[in-house]
C-alpha cells in the first residue's frame, strides 16, 4: 500500500504542473497515467507565452534537444479563400510536441510517478481514498482529460448532456524530399463558411500538424477533408499524408457543467472543461487551473473537505467568468454568418480580436509568476 497527500489522475499538463507545485508545498504527491510517457496527445501544440511564464519553462534548456518553433506571424481567413497576414515584430507564441512537452514538464515535478497504470477503481473512505486497491490518498484531483474517471465519480455526465467540441488532427514529419509551402513561424487558421469551427495548418520544424474542430460535429470527415483537399490545392499538404486523422473532444468553459469540487476531490484542466471558447486553446487554462488549486490546497492546511475546497471554484469564476447557462448557437443566423464573414477579411479585426483577443489572450498577463 503507497500512502500520499495527494493522488492526480493524468499527467497532461494541467497534472503536471499542479504536481510540481503541491510537491513544492512539501506534500507528497502521486501521478498515475494511464499512459507510459512519452506519449503523444491529440493537440496542434501552440502555447503562448503566458503558458512558458505560468510553467516556468527555460526555453534554451527546452529546445536544445526538442522542437520549439518560435511564431511570429499567422494566416487567418476562410476556408478556401486567400489569408490575410498578420505579423509581430517579436516571437509571440510557440509550437511544440505534445510527447516532448508532457513528457518534460511531468519528469521534472517531483512526484512519484506511475505511468501506465489507469485508474480504474476509487473509493471514498473516512478519510480520503483508496485508488486501485492500493494508492491510499487524503485528495484526489482529477487530471484526466475529458473522459476523466475522478469527473464521473464527482457526477460529471460525461459525453450525455454535454455540447462538446469535435476535433479531428494529424502530425507527422514531413518526409526529407516533400517541399511544404507552410512557413515554421506562421501558423495559419481557417474558418468553416459556417463559422462553426476552423481548420488550422501550423508547421513546427520538420512537423506539420493539420486539424479541424467543431461545436457541431455533424459531417465533421466532410469538413476534413474539404480542407485537406483545399490545402493540397496550395501545395500545402502532400497528396499522402503519412499519418492518420485522430479525433477527440472537449469541452468549452462557457458550456460546461461539471461540478469541479466535491468531498476531498477537485479537477483541473479539460476534466473541469475549461478551453477558452472562440480558440479551443486548452494548455493555458489547464496550467492556470492547477495553479488555482495549488492555492486553493495549501490555504486549506490539511483538511480537504468540500468548504476548505469550494474557494477553488470560485476562484475559476474569478479568473475565467461565469459559466453562461444558455446552450451554445449550434447554427449561426445568415446575418451572423454574413457579418463574421466580412469582419475575417478586414485587416483590423485580423489582428486586434482574431489574434491579439481570442487566439493570444494579449490583454490577460500569465498567472502565478
Ligand atoms: C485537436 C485538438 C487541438 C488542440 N490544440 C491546442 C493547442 O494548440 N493549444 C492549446 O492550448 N490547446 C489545444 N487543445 C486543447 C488541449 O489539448 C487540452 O486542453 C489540454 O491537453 C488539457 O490538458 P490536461 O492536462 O487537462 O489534459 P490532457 O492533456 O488530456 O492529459 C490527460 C492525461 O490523463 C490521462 N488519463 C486519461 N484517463 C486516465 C485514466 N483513466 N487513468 C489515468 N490516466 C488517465 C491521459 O493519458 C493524459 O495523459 C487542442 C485539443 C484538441 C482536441
Redesign the pocket.
Known amino acids: 500500500m503507497i500512502r500520499c497527500d495527494a493522488l492526480i ?7 503536471s504542473t499542479l504536481a510540481t507545485r503541491l510537491v513544492r508545498q512539501g506534500l507528497s504527491v502521486v501521478v ?4 507510459k510517457f512519452p ?1 503523444d ?7 503562448t507565452p503566458q ?1 512558458v511564464a505560468a510553467v516556468g519553462l527555460d526555453l534554451a534548456d527546452y529546445g536544445r534537444t526538442r522542437t520549439l518553433q518560435p511564431i511570429e506571424r499567422f494566416a487567418t481567413g476562410l476556408i478556401g479563400s486567400r489569408p490575410i497576414e498578420t505579423a509581430y515584430r517579436a516571437t509571440v507564441s510557440y509550437g511544440i510536441l ?1 510527447r516532448e512537452f ?1 513528457d518534460y514538464l511531468l519528469r521534472r515535478s517531483g512526484a512519484t510517478l506511475r505511468l501506465g ?3 480504474d477503481s476509487l473509493t471514498a473512505t473516512a478519510d480520503g481514498w483508496l485508488a486501485n486497491g492500493a494508492i491510499e490518498a487524503r485528495l484526489v484531483v482529477g ?7 475522478v469527473a464521473r465519480q464527482i457526477g460529471a455526465a460525461l459525453g450525455k448532456s454535454e455540447t462538446v ?1 469535435a ?3 494529424v502530425e507527422f514529419e514531413i518526409p526529407p524530399d516533400v517541399a511544404c509551402a507552410v512557413a515554421p513561424e506562421a501558423p495559419e487558421l481557417y474558418f468553416c463558411p459556417d463559422l462553426a469551427g476552423y481548420a488550422w495548418v501550423f508547421r513546427k520544424g520538420r512537423y506539420l500538424n493539420v ?1 479541424l ?1 467543431r461545436e457541431d460535429s455533424h459531417r465533421l470527415q466532410e469538413h476534413v477533408q474539404s480542407f485537406c483537399e483545399f490545402l493540397r490545392q496550395s501545395g500545402k499538404l502532400p497528396a499522402q499524408v503519412p499519418g492518420r486523422f485522430k479525433g ?3 469541452l468549452l468553459y462557457p458550456h460546461a457543467t461539471r461540478p469541479v469540487v466535491a468531498e476531498r476531490a477537485l479537477l ?4 473541469a472543461g475549461l ?1 477558452y471558447a472562440q480558440s ?7 496550467v492556470e487551473s492547477a495553479i488555482l488549486a495549488a492555492s486553493t490546497v495549501a490555504a486549506a492546511g490539511s483538511d480537504y473537505s468540500l468548504e476548505r475546497l469550494l474557494p477553488y471554484a470560485a476562484a475559476l469564476a474569478a479568473r475565467f467568468g461565469k459559466r453562461a447557462e444558455r446552450a451554445p448557437v449550434s447554427a449561426p443566423s445568415r446575418l451572423r454568418t454574413a457579418i463574421g464573414r466580412w469582419c475575417l477579411s478586414n485587416r483590423w479585426f485580423a489582428r486586434h480580436v482574431v489574434i491579439d483577443r481570442w487566439f493570444l489572450h494579449a490583454q490577460e498577463p500569465a498567472l502565478g509568476t
Open positions: 489522475c493524468g499527467g497532461g499538463p494541467s497534472g498515475l497515467d494511464k499512459a506519449r496527445k491529440v493537440c496542434a501544440g501552440w502555447v503558458v505534445r508532457d497504470e489507469p485508474l487530471a484526466g482529460g475529458h473522459f476523466c474517471p467540441v476535433a479531428q488532427e486539424g474542430g477527440h473532444a472537449y483541473i484542466g479539460d476534466a478551453a479551443g486553446e486548452g494548455i493555458r487554462p489547464a
